[in-house]
């Protein structure tokens, strides 16, 4: 069931002039209710301006948005209903933290939303659980903690409005391999307990890879690519040609193909890449 | 090879911190080597690259650079003008509204005369490959050209070691290959000591050697195919392996031998062509 | 969105003002707003608006890059010649209604006004135009070096006004993205009290108060990294030379500024 959905989105930053960057030119694409989405692009390519847009941060020039089922610049309410529903989290959200507490920076949406001093609180304990932080950081201060830690109790404010559909820019940008893949973690379980639509951008194929169960290629403001992760990986070329990185064990796969051996190219994780390439020798020994 | 930077039981502690950050270290550098510092968030790497020009001073023990003891406030110019620094935040070091002035501003402080500032600007952009961008405005750059402009700000300054504290950390793909390439061009026209911080693997890939930093001591020191042999040992301090390596050490325990030195795709086929 | 504001703006180029020496543009600028003061009649006026297109006209930047930059500032140039018009009432009564007398001598000075104030505007666009930041800096800080005999530290004001020219971009963009990440956990800053108002302002101030420190602590250590110790010993790549060029700018100057004067005795006065 389609949950989000973008009609026919077209949009230009500064119209005309030479920074016409990041601009879209007539994207369609629908997000389902519980799956995870990876949107890859190179920077300028327009998926910022598209996340932007998905919570109408950024009214679209033409085209629509849909959030379950209503286009959501009909009217001021549902602007605001989108705003909540979709929930976005910028790259870097450490950044935005403000409050004197870490309990009063997650309680910040829900207090937006006009809830109740029972209903945030509910709401603050359950999403520090779900960034996988204890209670006892709710009352230290959000300056205090480390790079990693700001991260998750900025998320967690985003988490807290309950958003049907969660969208991260680039969520584990700096972060090292354990942070990156801890986070990872949350967000695919985040999206299991919830039954939650997450989007998430980044510029690491394999994070991708990990953790999403479609993708979406985006290129000069086009969706130039929208299937699961085999199907878009086994096109590892097309998406070099692109300027973008592949995960490094299909550069390993493509590389072998291109030298002539027979081996499949939808090959992104070193498990899969063993069990293909155990295949193969055993098979040059059948033939040999 | 020359030592040049010198490491002597150095511990370090934050004032506003009750552990060490580095703990008892002891390491050299070596003069026209590519080092690549490896090691999880909050591993001490970053602490240790301060602490060789002196914007951290040795709790004990003694930190050298070309001669000189850091801990001496005196030496603190000599010593910069043998180091120079790349931080990660690429907007948070340029200085002046336009690239080929922020590149000047280092040897302006040195009092070198204009018409030898101007060569040398020229030239650090041109191995930089930042030449046809002198008169922008550094704001308008991404962050791979501002962090390239931040690098040739360095070379200005005839540095003989640049010390980069992840510098790709917030890059895209992209400007990570850019900065990538322009320290290649350090090293092979410029013979320029390179220590790059990072937590990226693959660009410890064609370093000369790999130090890998874990709670303020040094885990491992050695070739690229030395340290990352140690796959298992790796993966427990948070860090990862080259995927090619990584595949072929599966492999080899089916009985497959390719080699240990698998570090990129490149060698991969070359070791899986031998094997067939 | 905030992002439309430019200030500073530099378009570089290779004409005869672009390459006029930063100082000598100062000064003549400075002049120039002088006289566009001292200018009492449309004739010395128009004297003075013919040597500004022709200066415009110089430096080979398209007249519509002006008209773009004077776009935003029409409601103050039209505010202040309706005032003109109805407080000044010499000359022939040309209509009247109620208290709002219309004369021909307001029409003239609202004319006036009007032209002045463009002058004003492209003149000093005209320095900003042409003039890359750094050397303006450099040149205000070579133009006060006399006051260094009272003690002024002019080196370190220079180096702060490069600092906050480079800076102002950046913080511009931080700005907008703090205030897009902060709308998105549904802030608003559209509505309510004045008190609301404010408080609403707090999401993004403090953020930005953080990472301005943060930038500034960074920048340090990045400058001392450099060498930087302040002014003593500094040498600078752009050296600063008068030229021929500088030298004609200062001839016309003179002479339009005399040509003004005389124009001012033999022509009755506007203002």
Redesign the interface.
């Known amino acids: 069931m389609s949950v989000l959905s973008v009609k026919n989105l077209e949009y230009a930053y500064s119209k005309g002039t030479p920074f016409q960057i990041g601009a879209l030119k007539g994207v369609s694409v629908d997000f389902n209710l519980g799956e995870i989405v990876g949107v890859i692009g ?2 300028g390519s327009g998926k910022s301006t598209l996340l932007q847009h998905l919570n109408g941060l950024l009214k679209p020039e033409s085209g629509e948005i849909l959030f379950e089922d209503e286009n959501i610049w009909s009217s001021k309410e549902s602007v605001r209903k989108c705003r909540f529903g979709v929930g976005l989290c910028f790259q870097y959200p450490e950044h935005q933290l403000f409050e004197s507490t870490v309990f009063e920076d997650i309680a910040f949406g829900p207090k937006n939303m006009g809830l109740s001093e029972s209903e945030i609180k509910e709401r603050v304990l359950e999403s520090i659980k779900f960034v996988g932080l204890t209670e006892d950081y709710l009352n230290k201060s959000p300056f205090d903690l ?3 830690e700001k991260r998750r109790v900025a998320i967690a404010g985003v988490i807290s409005m309950k958003p049907k559909v969660l969208v991260l820019d680039e969520p584990t ?7 990156k893949n801890d986070l990872l973690d949350l967000i695919k379980s985040y999206n299991k307990t919830t039954n939650s639509t997450v989007i998430f951008v980044s ?1 690491n194929m394999d994070d991708v890879a990990l953790i999403a169960d479609r993708v979406l290629v985006l290129n000069d403001g086009n969706i130039v690519m929208n299937g699961t992760v085999p199907e878009v990986y086994s096109k590892g070329s097309e998406l070099l040609k692109l ?3 592949v ?3 299909t ?2 796969f ?3 193909h291109e ?1 002539g ?1 027979d081996v499949p190219t939808d090959v992104y994780t ?2 899969d ?2 069990e293909k ?2 295949e193969f ?1 055993k098979r ?1 020994k059948m033939n040999g | 090879m020359e030592k040049i930077i010198e490491f002597k039981n150095v511990s370090f502690k934050y004032s506003d911190e009750e552990f060490d950050v580095i703990n008892d270290l002891t390491i050299d550098f070596y003069e026209g080597q590519f080092t690549c510092v490896l090691g ?3 591993s001490g790497k970053s602490t240790m690259a301060k602490l060789i ?1 002196a ?1 951290n001073y040795p709790t004990s023990g003694k930190v050298t650079s070309f001669g000189f003891d850091t801990s001496n406030e005196e030496n ?2 000599r010593i ?2 043998n180091v ?2 790349v ?1 990660q ?1 690429p ?8 690239v ?2 922020d590149v ?11 018409e030898e ?2 060569k040398r ?1 020229d030239e650090a952009l041109k191995i930089v490959d930042m030449y046809d961008y002198r ?1 922008h ?3 308008k750059l ?1 962050g791979g050209q501002k962090q390239r402009v ?1 690098i040739a ?2 070379i200005a ?1 005839q540095t003989k070691c640049i010390v980069l504290d992840e510098p790709t ?2 890059l ?4 990570r290959k850019e900065v990538m390439s322009a320290l290649m061009r350090l090293k092979s026209e410029l013979g320029m000591t390179i220590i790059l911080v990072t ?1 990226f ?2 660009e410890a890939v064609n370093a000369d050697r790999v130090v890998v930093m874990n709670d303020g001591v040094v885990q491992f020191d050695g070739t690229p195919s030395e340290v990352f042999s140690h796959t298992e040992d790796l993966k427990k301090i ?3 392996v ?3 390596l ?2 072929a050490l ?2 080899k325990k ?1 009985g ?1 031998d390719l080699g240990t030195k698998i570090l990129t ?2 060698a ?2 070359e070791a ?2 031998s094997l ?1 | 969105m905030v992002k439309d504001i430019t200030i ?1 703006q ?1 378009f ?1 180029g290779n004409s005869f003002i672009h390459k006029l020496d930063a100082r000598a543009k100062i000064l003549s600028c400075f002049v120039l707003i002088i006289f566009i003061f001292l200018c009492k009649n449309f004739a010395s006026m128009g004297l003075m608006c013919f040597l500004i297109c022709f200066v415009y006209a110089l430096t080979r930047l398209s007249p519509k890059l002006m008209a773009k930059s004077l776009k935003p500032l029409v409601p103050i140039i039209i505010l202040t010649s309706v005032l003109q018009l109805y407080y000044n009432n010499t000359g022939d009564v040309l209509w009247s209604y109620k208290k709002i007398t219309i004369t021909d001598g307001g029409i003239y000075t609202a004319i006036f006004i009007v032209v002045r104030i463009v002058a004003l505007l492209v003149i000093s666009s005209v320095l900003t135009y042409t003039t ?3 050397d303006l800096t450099d040149a205000i800080e070579k133009l006060l070096s006399p006051l260094k005999i009272f003690k002024v530290d002019i080196h370190t004001f220079a180096m702060m006004m ?2 906050a ?2 800076f102002i ?2 913080l511009i ?1 931080e700005i907008d993205r703090i205030m897009s990440a902060q709308k998105a956990r549904g802030a608003d800053f559209e509505s309510g009290n004045l008190l609301k108002r404010i408080k609403a302002l707090f999401p993004i101030f403090i953020p930005l108060i953080i990472s301005s420190f ?2 500034a602590f ?2 340090a ?9 302040g002014g003593k ?7 600063m030379s008068f030229s021929y060029r500088d030298a004609i700018a200062g001839v016309i100057t003179v002479v339009i500024c005399g040509a003004i004067i005389f124009m001012n005795f033999q022509f009755e006065a506007l203002i």
């Open positions: 190179h920077t480390s790079g990693g940008a700096g972060l090292d391999p354990v942070g510029h300027g973008l990185d995960p490094e064990i550069r390993v493509l590389k072998l030298a051996f070193v498990s890449g063993k390439l155990l020798l040059g | 999880h968030n909050g020009n914007i603190e110019i910069r003008q120079g620094m931080f935040n907007d948070n070091q340029i200085v002046a509204t336009i080929e002035d000047a501003f280092g040897p302006e402080n040195l009092g070198v005369p204009p500032i101007r600007v008169l405005e550094p704001h991404s931040a700000g360095a300054m950390a917030m895209d793909p992209k400007g937590h693997m693959d948070g860090l990862s080259p995927k090619p990584e595949l599966e492999l089916e497959y795709e490149d991969f086929l899986f062509r067939i | 500073g530099f570089p890359a930041p750094t490069t600092i020219l480079r971009p950046t963009d943060k930038r960074e920048l250590d990045a400058m001392s990294c450099r060498c930087y110790v010993g500094r040498t600078r790549m752009r050296k």
